[in-house]
């Protein structure tokens, strides 16, 4: 007996697995206070763009002409800033698309795709766009685990995306580490490094993953001038990767992915190097004091190398995270609420100005109940 054919649908659906897929929501920018809003939500940079971006993004007016498609002089001004072979960059409408195309280049129906649990949402969403299967590594103590991302790789395994520092954690594994994870993949898992937060990091035993790329075939490494660069509305981000994973990204990337004014922001960013020792020292400054000053009110702050700290609170009724952020936001401070990521109970606070910076602590003191340190001290100084 023939089997029934199955029912021809009457609008277009589409494959499996898109529909899985949850939106990703960006960070908040508004807030219900109708006055001043001190945006702390999305990791930007509190000092803006370099004065050198901003001189070469007005400039850039020819709105009519592509834009370089392949954007060369951008590429040839990262790779002299870090060294490294041009022909090997390919750069992307920021590290969010890269992350994508290699999904959609490397991964397909029946393949896995492995990440740690608490690892940036776009990993999962790019899996499910390109049809394969996301695999979730558990993390210890809000730290990636080498061990249990290995032990989730199976010989239908084609990708392992990182993010080293993690977003929205804050923490980060050692070189050491990394190059144990490397050493235990079979040679034809590619290991993305997603270094979105390594300029900010300041340890020893860390290395963004140049060094990894450079003496593999099966290594990649993104990064992004949304962050350090203050070009989070521009969307331009980097990867250096072996020849061939290269040439497959520059084989499905759009024809010109970036636009003519972010690439010419992005060459000026990247040689003012002035800039970025300026966020640098303003976030080392201000990492360390808002840690303390949180810790004091009597808050679990997760240790962080980058510009956000992961910020938790306490099960009690009108002390939750949920309670903070109305609270907060009333106020016109606007965090990250960590919901998506499975940490209901934390909210993502991006390091701000001294005066953002100030008002957050001033606020959660309040609604903490605990009693404001006197004009001019600091709490844990």
């Known amino acids: 007996m023939t089997a029934p054919a199955a029912p021809v649908p009457n609008r277009p659906v589409p494959r499996p697995g898109v529909l899985q897929i949850e939106a990703y929501v960006p960070g908040r920018a508004h807030a219900g206070s109708g006055g001043k809003v001190y945006k702390l939500s999305a990791n930007e940079n509190p000092l803006g763009a370099s004065p050198k971006a901003l001189e070469a993004f ?27 072979d041009p022909s090997r960059i390919v750069c992307g409408t920021g590290s969010d698309e890269l992350i994508t195309l290699l999904a959609l ?4 129906p029946g393949d896995e795709v492995v990440y740690s649990q608490y690892g940036f949402l776009i990993y999962r969403i790019a899996t499910l766009a390109a049809g394969a299967t996301p695999v979730v590594a558990p993390e210890r103590d809000l730290h990636s685990d080498v061990d249990a991302l290995l032990a989730a790789v199976t010989e239908r ?15 980060y594994l050692p070189f050491d580490e990394i190059k ?3 050493q235990g993949l079979p040679p034809h898992v590619l290991l993305v490094l997603d270094a979105a937060y390594a300029e900010y990091v300041r340890r020893n035993d860390y290395e963004s993953g140049i060094e990894l790329v ?3 075939r099966n290594v ?3 990064r992004t001038f949304s962050k350090i660069h203050g070009l989070a509305a521009l969307r331009v981000g980097w990867m250096y990767a072996p020849a061939e994973v290269a040439d497959a990204i520059n084989r499905v990337r759009g024809a010109f992915n970036v636009n003519a004014p972010a690439l010419a922001a992005a060459r000026a960013a990247i040689g003012d190097a002035a800039h970025v020792d300026r966020a640098v020292a303003h976030n080392e400054e201000w990492l360390p004091w808002m840690t303390r000053e949180l810790a004091a009110l009597g808050l679990t702050v997760t240790p962080s190398v980058t510009n956000f700290v992961l910020v938790h609170f306490p099960d009690t009724p009108g002390r939750t995270a949920p309670e903070a952020d109305a609270f907060l936001g009333a106020r016109g401070l606007v965090l990250r609420r960590m919901d998506g990521y499975g940490l209901p109970g934390a909210l993502r606070l991006t390091i701000g100005t001294e005066e953002a910076n100030r008002l957050v602590v001033a606020a959660l003191a309040e609604f903490m109940g605990v009693p404001a340190a006197p004009a001019g001290v600091d709490h844990g100084a």
Do not use: C, F, K, W
Request: glycine share 10%.
């Open 180 to 182: 144990r994870l490397h």
């Open 58 to 84: 007005h400039a850039s007016a020819a709105l009519e002409l592509y834009p370089d498609g392949a954007a060369v002089q951008l590429r040839e001004a990262i790779g002299a800033a870090y060294g490294l």
């Open 214 to 216: 450079a003496t593999s």
């Open 105 to 108: 280049a490397y991964a397909g």
């Open 220 to 222: 990649a490494m993104l």
């Open 157 to 171: 395994t084609r990708i392992v995306y990182l993010a080293n520092p993690n977003n929205p954690t804050g923490t």
